[in-house]
């Protein structure tokens, strides 16, 4: 590669680092300043500000240290993975990825500026050309191993993130083993039907106490009328705009539906699947409640709750 073409790629490097840099760190900040408005300050938004502030200062610096740019834009990255950690939503480890993209450029860049590459013998050009190369495979590769165990985002290896809950269900009663500890993205539920009825398994992840959830027809019902937004924030079922019981007039009346599970067979064994998603991972203190809702079954005691350690 002569010395003029070398530039030229330097300059092209340069120029994509300092757009993705400078966008991506303005379209931080605004949807920081959109979500303040219907939010207070939190820990993971002082963290977002550094973020912010150290990305501005490498663009900023890219001007005339393009080396340091570089590097000041990749601690921005690590410091967008270490968000992971507070639970932030998947998205800004891709905003961390583009950084990193970024970083990688600015240094790519500053390589190819130096005298010193065109005085090199060929082999020598070749082999830090392809460490180049190699740096865009491996360094986003590392970076997405830190977001996997860092941030406990499942990328690589899901048997990492998983766990597996033995449970059994009677004829009136179910239960399950110890609760895990720790944080997982998914739990596997390996449900045995130990009764002589066939039963209906349905996991639920949340707060509210198993005995009031509300009963139609006797199972748990799958929609939340008007005054009961605990219920509808809780399950994210659907929910009707007006009380149960005043149906406004015209309106059909809704349709009586069941939450639907997994059915098991006297003597069978079912595996099913609970994931969290990236803001409601399995942490400790998640309360998951598992019964069976075929009709009358919930009302006659077969459920649980399983909270993890």
């Known amino acids: 590669m002569s010395a003029t073409s070398r530039q030229r790629l330097a300059k092209g490097m340069r120029r994509a680092a300092r757009v993705i840099g400078l966008g991506v760190t303005v379209f931080l900040f605004f949807a920081l300043c959109i979500s303040l408005i219907f939010r207070e300050l939190g820990v993971g938004d002082v963290l977002v500000i550094v973020s912010l502030g150290i990305a ?36 800004w480890w891709w905003l961390g990825l583009l950084f990193l993209v970024a970083g990688v450029l600015f240094l790519i860049s500053s390589w190819l500026s130096r005298p010193w590459l065109s005085r090199l013998p060929l082999p020598r ?57 720790g944080r997982y993205n998914y739990i596997t539920f390996k449900v045995t039907n130990v ?37 509808a924030a809780a399950t994210g079922l659907p929910q009707y705009g007006f009380k149960a019981g005043e149906v406004p007039p015209r309106v059909p009346p809704p349709t009586p539906k069941p939450i639907e599970g997994v059915l098991v067979a006297p003597g069978g ?16 203190g998640t309360v998951l409640v598992l019964f069976c809702n075929c009709p009358d079954h919930y009302e006659r005691g077969e459920y649980t709750t399983l909270t993890i350690r």
């Open 56 to 91: 501005l200062a490498g663009c900023i610096v890219s001007w005339w240290r393009e080396w340091l740019a570089g590097i000041l834009l990749i601690l921005t990255t690590f410091a967008l993975v270490t968000g992971l950690a507070l639970h932030w939503t998947w998205f």
């Open 195 to 231: 009764g002589g009825e066939t039963h209906m398994f349905v996991v639920l992840k949340t707060s509210l106490d198993p005995r009031n959830f509300p009963v139609e027809n006797g199972q748990v019902r799958g929609y939340a009328y008007l005054d009961e937004p605990e219920w």
């Open 269 to 284: 064994t079912a595996v099913v699947e609970r994931w969290g998603s990236y803001m409601q991972r399995f942490n400790s």
């Open 125 to 181: 050009r070749v082999f830090v050309l392809l460490g180049m190369v190699l740096a865009f495979l491996v360094v986003p590769f590392l970076f997405l191993l830190c977001v996997e165990f860092i941030g406990g985002t499942v990328i690589f290896f899901p048997s990492l993130h998983t766990k597996e809950v033995a449970v059994e269900i009677g004829d009136g009663w179910v239960k399950s083993e110890p609760a895990p500890s």
